[in-house]
C-alpha cells in the first residue's frame, strides 16, 4: 500500500515534470480546452436564467386587459369590479392612463418622446393574475375579457413566455449537441498532446521498458497529464463564464431595471462547476487513455 | 545439459543461464541463430564472442526476452523466458543487469538520474534509492561527477554511467553487448576490470566482445559464435 502510493506520488510528480517541462504545451492545450468547455458552460448557464425568467412569469400568470380609449372613468370601474368577482381572478390592479404615461415617461431615453405628445395616447388598462396558472383556463378566461365591450385587447403573457420556454428547450438540446461535440474536441487536444510527449519520450520510454519499467509506470504518469490538462481546462472554463456573465450582468442589470426587475444570470451551482471540473478531467483522462494504449505499445525495445 | 528449475536445487553450483537447441529467424530474414546450446553456471564470467554478424547480440537479446526463439527453450533463473507472459517481463528484466553497445543513456538528465532510473520502477524508499545509486556510482569510480550531464562525459566514462544504472538493482546476471566497443584499450581495459570486481562478489557476468586479445588476457569461458552456430563452448584457463 505505502510501495502503491508512492509510486502514485512519483507518477504525480512526473507528471508535473511533464507540464513544467513543456509548458507552452500545456498552457495552450489547456486553454484550448477551457475555451472549447467555456462555451456549452456559458450556455448552459445564460439558459438556467432565462429558463428561471420564464419559469417565473408562467407561474405568475399575468393578462394585461386594454380598454377602449372612449370607456368612461365610471364604467372601467364597474368592470374592474365585475372582473374581480370572477372566481378565476386572482388580484387586479387597475392602471389609469395618466399613470401609465408618467411610467413611461420614467423610462431612460424616453421622457422627451412622451414630453412631445400632445395627448396621452395611452388607454387605461388592468393588470389582472389569473388564480390557476394553467394555459387553458388562461386563454378562457383572455377570450371571456376580449367579449367585454369596453375591451379593446387582451394580452395574456403566459403565451410568449411558453413560447420562450420551449424555445429555451430547444436551445438547451442545441447546448447539449454542442457539449458532446466538444467533448470529443477535448478528447482529441488531449489525445494529441500525449501523443507528442510520447513521441517526444520516445526514448525515456523505450529505455525504460528495456531495464524493466512495468508498462503501468510507464502509462501512469501520461495519466495525470491528462487529468491536470482537462482538470485546468474545466477551471479555465469556469472562469471564462465567470467573467463573461459578470460583464454580461452589467448591462442586464442596466436592462431590466427598465422593467422594474433585478434579474441576474447567475453563475453555475456548485455542484454545477464541480460538474463541469470533473467532466473535463474526465475527458482529459480519457485522452490520454487512448493515447497511451495506441503510441505506447508501439514503442518496442530493440 | 539441461537447466530445469528442479536442477537448481539438486546441483552445486546451479546454472543460471540454459540455451537449449535455440534458433532465431527474424520475420522475413535468415536464420540468425542455429541450434545454439550451453550453460552458464550461477557466479560465472563468460565471454561470448565472435566476428560481426554472427549472432553476438541477438543471443544476448533472448535473455532479457527483448526477442523470443523462433525454436527451442532460452531458461533464466528457472523461468523459460520464452514463454514468459509480456506482464512479466518487466520484472525479470528487473533481476538483470544490462549493458547495451550504446550506452542508451538519458541525455535529458544527470549522471545520478540515470542511475536512479531503474529504481524509480520498483517504488523503493527515496532515502534507500538515492543511497544505492550513489553506491552504484563509487564503484564505478563517477560519483564526483554524479551531477554532470552524460554527454559531457568520455566514452568510457559514459559506459561506466551505463554499467552503474545496470548494477543499481543489485542484479544475479550481468549482460554486456560489446561494452569496450569504441573505447581506447585504456578505458577497455578499466571496463573489464569493473566487471571482474562484479564477478568476484558472486555476480555471473556475460560480455559479447569481437576483441579477442581482452578476452584472451583475461583467460575466462569464452563462447564462440560463427554464422550463427556455437563452434566453441570451452571453459577457460
Known amino acids: 500500500m505505502r510501495t502503491w502510493l508512492r509510486q502514485h506520488r512519483q507518477a504525480f510528480a512526473a507528471a508535473l515534470g511533464k507540464l513544467a517541462a513543456q509548458k507552452a504545451t500545456g498552457m495552450v492545450s489547456a486553454l484550448v480546452i477551457g475555451v472549447a468547455l467555456a462555451l456549452p458552460t456559458g450556455g448552459y448557464a445564460l439558459l438556467d436564467g432565462v429558463r428561471a425568467l420564464t419559469g417565473r412569469m408562467a407561474l405568475d400568470p399575468q393578462l394585461s386587459v386594454f380598454l377602449r380609449g372612449d370607456v368612461k372613468r365610471a364604467d372601467a370601474g364597474a368592470l374592474a369590479a365585475r372582473i374581480k368577482a370572477d372566481p378565476r381572478v386572482a388580484a387586479l390592479r387597475f392602471v389609469p392612463r395618466e399613470l401609465a404615461l408618467k411610467e413611461l415617461a420614467a423610462v431612460e431615453g424616453l421622457s422627451d418622446v412622451v414630453g412631445a405628445l400632445e395627448r396621452n395616447p395611452l388607454p387605461d388598462a388592468f393588470v389582472l393574475r389569473s388564480r390557476d396558472p394553467d394555459p387553458q383556463t388562461i386563454d378562457a378566461l383572455a377570450a371571456d375579457l376580449r367579449r367585454e365591450p369596453a375591451v379593446e385587447h387582451v394580452q395574456a403573457d403566459a403565451g410568449w413566455a411558453r413560447r420562450l420556454a420551449a424555445l429555451a428547450r430547444l436551445a438547451r438540446l442545441a447546448v447539449l449537441l454542442l457539449a458532446a461535440l466538444l467533448a470529443f474536441g477535448l478528447v482529441a487536444v488531449t489525445f494529441n498532446t500525449i501523443r507528442l510527449q510520447i513521441l517526444t519520450q520516445r526514448d525515456e520510454i523505450a529505455v525504460s521498458k528495456l531495464i524493466g519499467a512495468t508498462d503501468a509506470f510507464i502509462r501512469r504518469p501520461f495519466f495525470y497529464v491528462g487529468l491536470l490538462q482537462g482538470l485546468g481546462g474545466g477551471l479555465l472554463a469556469l472562469a471564462i463564464v465567470w467573467v463573461g456573465l459578470g460583464l454580461l450582468n452589467v448591462q442586464v442589470a442596466a436592462l431590466a431595471a427598465t422593467y422594474g426587475t433585478n434579474f441576474r444570470f447567475a453563475f453555475l451551482s456548485r455542484s454545477d462547476a464541480l460538474a463541469v471540473v470533473l467532466f473535463a478531467a474526465g475527458l482529459g483522462w480519457l485522452g490520454a487513455y487512448l493515447s497511451v494504449s495506441r503510441y505506447l505499445r508501439e514503442i518496442q525495445p530493440k | ?237
Open chain 2, 1 to 237: 545439459m539441461i537447466c530445469s528449475p528442479s536442477s537448481r536445487a539438486t546441483s552445486s553450483r546451479r546454472c543460471l543461464i540454459s540455451f537449449s537447441r535455440v534458433s532465431k529467424r527474424y520475420p522475413g530474414g535468415q536464420e540468425v541463430l542455429k541450434d545454439v546450446s550451453f550453460v552458464i553456471n550461477a557466479g560465472e564470467l563468460a565471454f561470448l564472442t565472435g566476428p560481426s554478424g554472427a549472432g553476438k547480440s541477438t543471443l544476448l537479446k533472448l535473455i532479457p526476452a527483448i526477442e523470443r526463439p523462433s525454436a527451442g527453450s532460452v531458461v533464466v533463473n528457472g523461468q523459460n523466458v520464452g514463454a514468459l507472459r509480456p506482464a512479466a517481463i518487466p520484472f525479470l528484466r528487473r533481476h538483470l543487469g544490462l549493458v547495451f553497445q550504446d550506452q542508451k543513456l538519458l541525455y535529458d538528465r544527470s549522471v545520478y538520474d540515470n542511475v536512479m532510473l531503474p529504481l524509480s520502477f520498483s517504488g523503493l524508499a527515496p532515502r534507500e534509492a538515492a543511497r544505492r545509486a550513489r553506491a552504484a556510482l563509487d564503484k564505478v569510480g563517477l560519483l564526483a561527477r554524479e551531477r554532470a550531464n552524460p554527454v559531457q562525459l568520455s566514452g568510457g566514462e559514459q559506459q561506466r554511467v551505463a554499467i552503474a544504472r545496470a548494477v543499481v538493482n543489485r542484479p544475479t546476471l550481468l549482460i554486456a553487448d560489446e561494452p569496450t566497443a569504441n573505447l581506447d584499450e585504456e578505458s577497455a581495459l578499466r571496463i573489464l576490470e569493473i566487471f571482474l570486481a562484479f564477478h568476484q562478489v558472486g555476480v555471473t557476468v556475460l560480455i559479447a566482445t569481437h576483441d579477442q586479445v581482452l578476452v584472451t588476457r583475461f583467460g575466462q569461458r569464452v563462447l564462440r559464435l560463427a554464422g550463427g552456430r556455437l563452434v566453441d563452448a570451452a571453459v577457460g584457463a
